[in-house]
């Protein structure tokens, strides 16, 4: 391959920054040009998805990050479980939530953006196309030269099946990522053998590629193909360590999750420290005898040391605690028994928790902020059946919001609000 001049090298990478520039644009999420949104001037030139409602996966996939926003990491087997019981009454298949790592990764954005379930999962979509765009550029650049990435690039850059992905709520882009990230390394390990970077980058490669669809299989026999043929086809070395990483990454990917359900050890933390029978089922976790404040309700009971700022507030009465509570018959199911602790009631059905039925009886009509989740979502123990309550991440992100509804319809919204408003305000 003949060497570019210094020249030639410059337009080479210009234009290389035009079309990555170019890519970016297009995998935007619809979001940024919406009305009041800062590339709303330039809606015209993005290509907008024909389909707006929710497509089934999409609904399920807000589903599951729903879950997780609600009961957390720990609530993730309950999530399976509904899954494997909801499957057996049905004829076909859905999709499982054991794609977890897409999953994961939006309950992550949700935490860190502030945005609902479904915003978050197009908007990782969107950001993982275009590191599918950079990758593959990447790729083209290491394994040809500069002008085989400018045209990679390109391609990349405006293929249909990409801008797809990067508009809708789907695993599938975020798929792709991870399948390239690892027939790259594959590619950088056969022609640096025996380098510990590109082997744990490979490894640890596989290991997320596993954890976000079940179509790894076959991204994996096609990379044993390749390893088979290596030697005929003369395309790099194969090691013993390369084929142990093959191994070893997909098999890192099969992991078990250990979760503290609830979040608190109750145990810990309002501990029997001078009960026998508590230190020998603790013989490591017990606290030593005498160990922290004494809960005055009953001395039996000591604070943990760290929750010296809890037993402060205590002593002061302005908390309270309620230690060993719970219901007969539990059935082991994180969802059921935080269901019921909210809605503080035995009953599956409820739909009220208990703080938003207290607002119920002594709250105001016209005031949304006596019941005030500081989250992007409501906290169950605060649904009321008839006052207004309110749910925000913090005053400088409340905005007049309706699920699924953006452009046109949700100015003509606003519109029709604000004169339904005004004739309340006459009368």
Partial sequence: MSELSPRARKIYILLLALVLALGIFLRLPSQAFSPGAALHEVVGLHPQAAFKEVGFDEGLYRRYVEALTIGGLSSYPDIVEGYIGAQEDLRGSILPPLRFLYIFVAYLWHSLFGSDALSALHQVAAFFSILTLGLATLFAWRLRGLPWALGVGALMAVAPTQLHMSQHALVDGFFTFWALLVLWLLWENLHAPRDWRWLAGYIAGWTLLVLTKENSAFVWFGVVVLLVS???????????????????????????LVFLAGGIDSVSFLAPTED???????????LPPG???AFGEDPRLRWHPSAVSLAALHAEGKVSVMPAVGYEHPDQSHFVSRHFYEVGALDPGMSTGWLGRYLDRVGSPDNPLQGLALDSSLAPALAAGKMPVAAVDAPTDYNFW?????????????????????VHARS
């Fill in 230 to 256: 290596a030697r005929w086809m003369q395309f790099g070395t194969v090691t013993r360590e390369l084929v142990v990483a093959t191994f070893l990454g997909p098999l890192l990917g099969v992991v078990t």
């Fill in 276 to 286: 026998p029978t508590y230190r020998s089922l603790r013989p490591k976790l017990a």
């Fill in 291 to 293: 160990t922290g404040v």
């Fill in 402 to 422: 309706a699920r699924d509804v953006w452009g046109d319809v949700d100015e003509l919204m606003l519109e029709t609000t604000a004169r339904i408003g005004a």
